[in-house]
């Protein structure tokens, strides 16, 4: 029997490390995320991405990140002046749908001229068996790549018609073409496959990227069953959030703490456990491309009475792109704040505060009057001395929750001032104030 023992004991050990190991690291995936920003005389670098438990792709990240940002700053280098900034933007999107991890690194490149160049990396990794694969892994056999095809035709031409578009068939046949270069940018969600298709690849650049939702009845006999399984649309959960009784703060001093750039689940949260301390809420102004891999923690934020805002989707200037594309911005993370918490933001900060008199929000802008440049130095106590020394009632607060060093110093403010203000999101401001906030007008603060 001992020996028995001594032969099951070590095995199951081995079992209950392995499936601890698959568990916290396989499951979890994202440990954290590397976040760059760079705000020169003639160049605005902005760059964010995760480092995986998957050294392999890690390395492919890293190094699609550093040939474009070698790319960008051989460009910069070479130009004496700008008339507008030259930017570089790269987020990455992840999300996991059952074993298979999907990576998509977004880079929009601005040196000149009427638009932002677009340009994505993709990644998908089987988890169970820990390999990268592209759309055929997903496939019931040898055909189903021509049933894609002739169904992914049809749906281009269907959404041209639908948005009143005038697209070239021959132009469509061939960037929906059976070839994986056509097929790099794909997921599965609860109603169908989603494809999405670049500038240029089936229509002119100014028509954007063109995506389409093939259902999964007409997937039956392409996609293998275990892709098609337990997909059925979820029953939209009734969000309530906590609304807290604002008659204790009338006629009080008050801050607003507002943060861009996010949702990041590791440092927001470290920031909504302590806010309770201070009887705090702020407000988030995100970014539409986050929302997706930090949907909990948005969510969490939401429920706790703190406000959502809409920092576009990909950081763009608002100023320097078309009106299509800043509608896309806007109506992109409109539709992802609300298939998180299940309202649209009521309030938007543009990216650098920059506006375009041309185009129309439809909502309130906010921007700000203490800037803490907490990106900059990373330092949580300059960020709280520069809170604290120009503290005064009404005053907008400008941080970024990716930071840690933003958060903790925000609440080594809210700790020094806690005794003569009251943190309030700009919703409960303007209401306080008794402020009504009118659409595509600027506020630095709530007076």
């Known amino acids: 029997m001992k020996r028995v023992l001594k032969i099951i004991i070590p095995i199951i050990i081995i079992i209950v490390l392995a499936s601890l190991f698959y568990f916290f690291f396989l499951r979890k995936q994202l440990i954290k995320e590397v976040s760059i920003i760079k705000d020169e005389e003639k160049y605005y670098l902005k760059i964010d991405y995760p480092i995986l438990y998957n050294s392999k792709i890690d ?30 933007l790269i987020q990455t999107e992840v999300h996991k749908n059952k074993d ?87 997921t599965f969600n609860n109603k169908g496959l989603n494809i999405t298709f670049k500038p240029y690849q089936v229509a002119s ?109 990909n950081h763009k200037n608002l100023k320097i792109i078309s009106y299509e594309s800043a509608e896309r911005e806007i109506n992109d993370t409109n539709n992802a704040i609300k298939s998180v918490i299940g309202v649209n933001p009521s309030i938007i900060r543009p990216p650098y505060g920059n506006v375009n008199p041309n185009i129309n929000t439809n909502m309130p802008i906010i921007l700000w009057n203490i800037d803490t440049l907490d990106w900059k130095y990373r330092d949580k106590n300059k960020v709280a001395d520069k809170i604290v020394e120009n503290a005064r009632d009404g005053a907008i607060v400008l941080l970024h929750d990716i930071y840690k060093s933003s958060v903790e110093g925000a609440l080594l403010a809210m700790e020094r001032l806690k005794d003569e203000y009251y943190f309030v999101t700009i919703e409960e401001m303007a209401i306080l104030k008794n402020k009504t906030l009118e659409n595509d007008q600027k506020y630095f603060n709530i007076k």
Not at 205 to 222: H, N, Q, R
């Open 59 to 88: 390395k492919k990240i890293k190094s699609y990140v550093n040939s474009k940002k070698d790319e960008f700053m051989k460009i910069v280098n070479k130009t004496d002046k700008v008339t507008h900034k030259y930017e570089l």
């Open 100 to 186: 298979i991890l999907y990576i998509t690194v977004l880079n929009n490149t601005y040196t000149g001229g009427a638009h932002y160049i677009k340009d994505y990396y993709n990644l998908y990794y089987d988890i169970k068996e820990d390999k990268l694969v592209d759309i055929t892994h997903f496939f019931k056999d040898d055909n189903s790549f021509n049933k894609l095809y002739k169904l992914a035709h049809y749906y281009v031409l269907e959404y041209a018609t639908a948005n009143n578009k005038n697209f070239d068939e021959a132009w469509v046949r061939s960037g929906t073409e059976p070839k994986l270069e056509n097929y790099d940018y794909f």
């Open 205 to 313: 650049y100014a028509d954007g990227e063109i995506k389409i939702t093939i259902p999964y009845e007409e997937l039956s006999d392409i996609i293998k069953d275990e892709y098609l399984s337990n997909n059925i649309e979820k029953k939209e959960e009734k969000l309530i959030p906590e609304i807290r009784d604002l008659s204790k703060y009338k006629d009080k001093k008050l801050l607003a703490f507002t943060f861009d750039d996010g949702p990041n689940t590791e440092t927001t949260k470290i920031l909504l456990d302590s806010l309770n301390k201070y009887d705090a809420k702020v407000t988030f102004f995100v970014l539409g491309n986050r929302i997706n891999r930090h949907s909990e923690i948005l969510k969490r934020a939401y429920l706790e009475g703190n406000q959502i805002g809409s920092h576009t989707y």
